[in-house]
């Protein structure tokens, strides 16, 4: 493979501090990253790389603590930095960039910035002949904030790259229990020949935040929870959770089988909406023993009220021959109990019990993205007593991914979407008719939520969302697993 060139456009950010340059480090520790592989920081602040690269590793230490590099690696990973100055809407700066480029080695653009400032990016670097080599970019979300703009921005990528060279990022693409589904589901024959509607009574997925807006009012609330969490994150996990076996690993047969998942999505009108989805945001509570604000105290705020969610509940069905009949339970939100992403396999009762009233306990599959990332899987076994000759309980089978990997620490995601961007790989990277689709069915969902007059209801920070969201599913006679 040929040699490669990393640009980061946006390397002074808050994304670059916290995520990118930490799993860039991390990949150089355990030497992944190729001897060749340069590094070219871009970022509007008039500064040297003398500059620069202390206030980075200031920055990624706070966030990194005892994985912080010792001063010989921080030496050795900079020796790859090049830091170039560029005002991303002035054209004449990218002859910089021109100047440092190599069209013999293949350059991978990174666009941490705004998606606003894509067009303005692509059209610079193909003016100043920056596009002359083989070249890949890899954007990270929003990709857009509804169905036309979210074409609109993949119009623009797809102007100057092929589709083959470009790399959209859901970051919870490249965590490993993510990637353990495909290993769960397709390299298990107990597990695969039990997948579907005959077996499973009902699906959970749940993405929990204690955080809260994080200064990021003014955005946030032009886009609220489901734009922000449901159209990507839960939709991507919904997709790897119901999709059939894709032919192989490539990331074409991967998107393929995703993209039917959301093809087949069952659609939230204007009839079924208020039965559907509960919205809510949340108000003052108590997290861990400490005060925080409700969503409209939040520093930032810049108004009195807002129908803006900042939790939201959907009951989901996917119409395909596999998954009639049986729901998918999403939520997500901010400010909640627990910080927790999961996905809960519920399957159903024995159709006949011969342990007696109560006896009953139907196996659940527990999937654990965060804190803790694992699997859990309740068994039923005999209590070991001479009193009860044959009293049930519920077993664990606990399956701690740290615990059973030789690694001292489970990479983050960025370190596995960075390094397969680098080889080449598609796979964990969302394709554009993923996105479309995704967006297609949450556009119908939110004119259904407008139209309906569906509340943003009231939840205290530190609960775990509106009461309506616990009878969502109550009503039909299931509980949310935490």
């Not at 796979?427 to 995704?438: C, K, M, T």
Request: charged share 25%; net charge negative.
């Amino acid at each position: 493979m040929a040699a490669l060139d990393l640009i980061i456009f946006g390397a002074s950010g808050d994304l670059s501090a916290r995520k990118l340059f930490p799993a860039l480090f991390q990949l150089e520790r355990l030497n992944l990253l190729g001897d060749d592989l340069r590094i070219a920081a871009v970022a509007r602040t008039q500064q040297s790389i003398d500059e620069f690269s202390p206030t980075l590793r200031d920055k990624m230490s706070s966030y990194m603590g005892k994985d912080s590099p010792s001063d010989d690696e921080w030496t050795s990973f900079t020796s790859r930095f090049s830091y170039l100055s560029v005002n991303f809407s002035e054209p004449d700066q990218y002859s910089k960039l021109r100047e440092w480029l190599d069209d013999d080695r293949i350059s991978l653009f990174y666009f941490a910035t705004p998606p606003s400032l894509f067009a303005p990016i692509c059209e610079h670097l193909s003016n100043t002949n920056c596009l002359a080599g083989d070249c890949r970019i890899v954007v990270e979300k929003p990709i857009g904030e509804d169905l036309q703009s979210s074409i609109n921005v993949n119009e623009t990528l797809a102007e100057y790259f092929d589709e083959t060279s470009i790399y959209r990022i859901d970051h919870y693409l490249g965590k490993e229990t993510v990637q353990n589904l495909l290993a769960l589901r397709f390299a298990n024959s107990f597990i695969n020949s039990q997948w579907d509607n005959t077996c499973i009574d009902h699906i959970q997925i749940t993405v929990g935040e204690m955080i809260g807006i994080e200064g990021r009012w003014s955005y946030y609330d032009k886009v609220g929870q489901l734009r922000d969490m449901v159209q990507n994150h839960l939709m991507q996990l919904m997709c790897l959770v119901a999709m059939e076996p894709p032919n192989s690993l490539r990331a074409d047969s991967i998107r393929d089988e995703k993209v039917k998942i959301v093809r087949a999505l069952r659609r939230i009108d204007e009839q079924s909406v208020s039965e559907k989805v509960v919205r809510g945001q949340y108000v003052n509570g108590w997290i861990r023993g400490t005060a925080v604000p409700g969503y409209l105290d939040e520093a930032g705020s810049e108004m009195d009220e807002s129908d803006t969610e900042t939790f939201i509940a959907i009951k989901a069905h996917i119409d395909n021959w596999r998954w009639s009949g049986v729901p998918f339970y999403l939520r997500t939100g901010k400010r909640l109990h627990e910080k927790v992403t999961e996905i809960v396999i519920q399957y159903k009762n024995l159709p006949h019990n011969i342990f007696g009233e109560g006896a009953n306990i139907p196996n659940k599959l527990v999937i654990r993205l965060q804190p803790n990332e694992g699997i859990e899987l309740s068994m039923v076994a005999k209590k070991q007593s001479l009193k009860e000759r044959m009293s049930l309980q519920s077993h664990l089978l606990d399956l701690d991914f740290r615990e059973g990997s030789d690694l001292e620490r489970i990479p983050d995601a960025y370190e596995r979407l960075f390094l397969d961007a680098i080889q080449g790989d598609q796979s964990l990277f969302v394709g554009r008719e993923e996105i479309e689709e995704s967006w297609r069915w949450c556009d119908q969902l939110i004119e259904a939520c407008k139209h309906q007059n569906v509340p943003a209801l009231p939840y205290h920070a530190g609960s775990w969302g509106p009461a309506k969201a616990e009878v969502l599913i109550e009503k039909d006679f299931r509980s949310w697993h935490a």
